[in-house]
């Protein structure tokens, strides 16, 4: 009795894991990078982000971005976003294959995050912008709140 309890448990668990699986790639990709994103900064050392501009600039190394907090604005290296994600898919069995232009194009589109948008039609679109310390990359700057809101939607 014990066993069939045990495998009975086991099946609901994988149940579950399929479930979840089979729901997450009907998520729009968008939501997808953002919430492997948002799950997976700071859970090493590798991947977190940096108090303010100021912290980040003296040892960019240590971080994948900075809170600027007056705006309420992350500011991430996108290529560091994009490798944290893949990573985090690859945890999960799953390959991510949306491109990284189509993600940039759709945050920039729906006003996930900030950058120059010209009218539909027309060239030009900047979908990073550059830092204003230290080496002064080019990032992806997210619009926190709508980040907090798109997934707390979906989550629902």
Do not use: C
Not at 1 to 21: C, G, N, P, T, V
Not at 57 to 79: C, N, P, Q, T
Not at 103 to 109: A, D, G, N, R, V
Not at 115 to 135: F, V
Request: glycine content about 6%; cysteine-free; overall charge negative.
């Amino acid at each position: 009795e014990k066993a069939e309890l045990m495998q009975l448990f086991e099946r609901s668990i994988l149940d579950l894991l399929q479930q979840h699986q089979e729901n997450s790639k009907k998520q729009k990709p968008e939501v997808r990078f953002l919430y492997a994103l948002m799950q997976s900064i700071g859970t090493s050392a590798n991947n977190s982000l940096a108090q303010d501009e100021d912290t980040y600039a003296i040892d960019e190394s240590r971080y994948i971005g900075f809170h600027d907090k007056a705006e309420s604005l992350l500011w991430v290296r996108m290529e560091s976003a994009w490798s944290i994600v893949e990573q985090y898919y690859k945890r999960q069995g799953e390959d991510w294959m949306t491109k990284m232009q189509t993600i940039k194009e759709l945050l920039l589109k729906k006003g996930i995050s900030d950058g120059k948008k010209m009218p539909d039609g027309e060239a030009g679109n900047e979908y990073l912008r550059r830092a204003r310390k230290g080496s002064r990359k080019r990032m992806l700057v997210l619009h926190q709140d709508v980040v907090e809101e798109l997934l707390k939607e979906e989550g629902e």
